[in-house]
């Protein structure tokens, strides 16, 4: 009995860890832990979206691009999203070093449809790491551009990659 017991603690221990860390972020971590971290940040602005949603950023006219949103499952972080500087080139980048690092995408959506406000043209790739999934979104509705890296990882409050 105790060798069985000491074989699943040994399986447990041995199991990889599926979380994601980004700088000071680490999947887990609780919402009011992830507001403690974004001090050091000086955003211009923190706000409770949703009671699943907390994003951080910075006003447009300071052309920055920086903006986080953070996706809580039961005040456990599962999920973040990281903007950067929308470009073609940017994109051609950080998929060339996600596939480097991951190899070839698990999931790729490319989509055309109209909205209020004109045609909004998006592209998605999404890779496994681990259980974890990374992704890069480029998507363009005239006359913002938009490129996020995401962070998922698995959870019982949605399906990944979503």
Do not use: H
């Not at 603690?9 to 599926?18: D, E, G, H, I, T």
């Not at 940017?90 to 596939?99: E, G, R, S, V």
């Not at 790739?125 to 006359?143: F, N």
């Amino acid at each position: 009995m105790k060798q069985a017991a000491a074989l699943c603690a040994a399986m447990v221990l041995m199991c990889p860890a599926f979380a994601f860390e980004v700088d000071t972020f680490k999947s887990g971590q609780s919402k009011e832990q992830v507001k403690e971290a974004l001090k050091s940040y000086t955003f211009d602005k923190v706000q409770d979206f949703s009671a699943q949603t907390l994003i951080a950023y910075d006003q447009p006219e300071k052309g920055s691009n920086r903006q986080f949103v953070f996706d809580f499952c039961n005040d456990k972080l599962v999920g973040f999203q990281q903007e950067m500087a929308p470009s073609p080139r940017n994109l051609m980048i950080i998929i060339n070093n996600y596939i480097s690092k991951y190899g070839q995408p698990i999931k790729v959506n490319a989509g055309s449809n109209v909205t209020s406000i004109g045609d909004k043209n998006e592209l998605a790739l999404y890779w496994r790491k681990g259980l974890d999934v990374v992704g890069v979104r480029y998507s363009v509705t005239q006359p913002i551009e938009q490129l996020l890296l995401q962070y998922d990882v698995p959870n019982n409050c949605w399906q990944t990659p979503r």
